[in-house]
């Protein structure tokens, strides 16, 4: 199982882009790299999701340089309301399967500032 | 459309009393789990179903049992509940395809004294 990591904690002022890197050394051929962000007394929500380069939405964006042993979330201009924990997973894709196999670390807590 | 529904929001059991947990999905996901979530840590699997019919144990499965009863639900039990297992629980389900996301329910709080 790739295990991943990531700080433990960041602080951002309101405005500002946020880059949360994420390192998976042991990441297989066809592991996915998923992003997760969770608020308080909720469960997570996903974010973004890669494979490889780069993957934007409407909400981030997710960096993957080409031996994909790591990652970057990439949030533009946060407000107070993305203060939360934020997950990278990375995980087997695997058609008929489950994601059993997917490990939540203890994330990136991200506190934003006014 | 309500996703993932997880009853009861909050439980407060006293050591030894059992308990289920409930999760409902109506998004037709072939897959679903069971996490929980200590203070200030990530989350940890309990156990999953890949498929109805189907279950098995994640990272931490000491303590608990599941059902998977139908494509809809997967319920966690603790047949003897023990401070230990104080925590909140998440639901999720997902898609089978290629790292189809998680979709989680908004938890449930239990407290064993």
């Known amino acids: 199982l790739a295990k991943t990591t990531q700080p433990i904690s960041m602080d951002s002022y309101e405005g500002q882009e946020v880059n949360i890197t994420c390192s998976h050394n042991?990441?297989?051929?066809?592991?996915?790299i998923t992003w997760y962000q969770q608020f308080p007394s909720q469960g997570p929500r996903f974010i973004i999701q890669?494979?490889?380069t780069k993957v934007t939405n409407e909400v981030a964006s997710l960096f993957i340089p080409a031996d994909r042993k790591s990652s970057t979330l990439s949030l533009p201009r946060v407000s107070l309301s993305d203060t939360a924990v934020y997950y990278c997973?990375?995980?087997?894709?695997?058609?008929?399967?489950?994601?059993?196999?997917?490990?939540f670390g203890k994330g990136t807590k991200l506190s934003v500032k006014p | 459309n309500a996703g993932v529904t997880q009853t009861p929001k909050f439980q407060v059991l006293k050591t030894g009393q059992s308990m289920t947990l409930q999760c409902a999905q109506d998004?037709?996901?072939?897959?679903m789990y069971w996490y929980r979530q200590d203070p200030g840590m990530g989350l940890r699997l309990i156990y999953y179903?890949?498929?109805?019919?189907?279950?098995d144990k994640g990272e931490v499965p000491n303590g608990y049992n599941v059902s998977r009863l139908n494509k809809r639900e997967f319920s966690l039990r603790l047949e003897s509940a023990a401070p230990s297992q104080t925590s909140v629980y998440f639901c999720?389900?997902?898609?089978?395809?290629?790292?189809?996301?998680?979709?989680f329910g908004n938890g449930t709080r239990l407290t064993v004294t």
């Open positions: 999720a389900s997902s898609d089978s395809g290629p790292g189809a996301p998680l979709h």
């Open positions: 042991n990441i297989a051929t066809n592991d996915y």
């Open positions: 890669g494979y490889k």
């Open positions: 997973l990375v995980g087997k894709a695997s058609y008929g399967g489950s994601q059993g196999n997917l490990i």
């Open positions: 998004m037709n996901h072939n897959s």
């Open positions: 179903s890949a498929s109805e019919g189907t279950t």
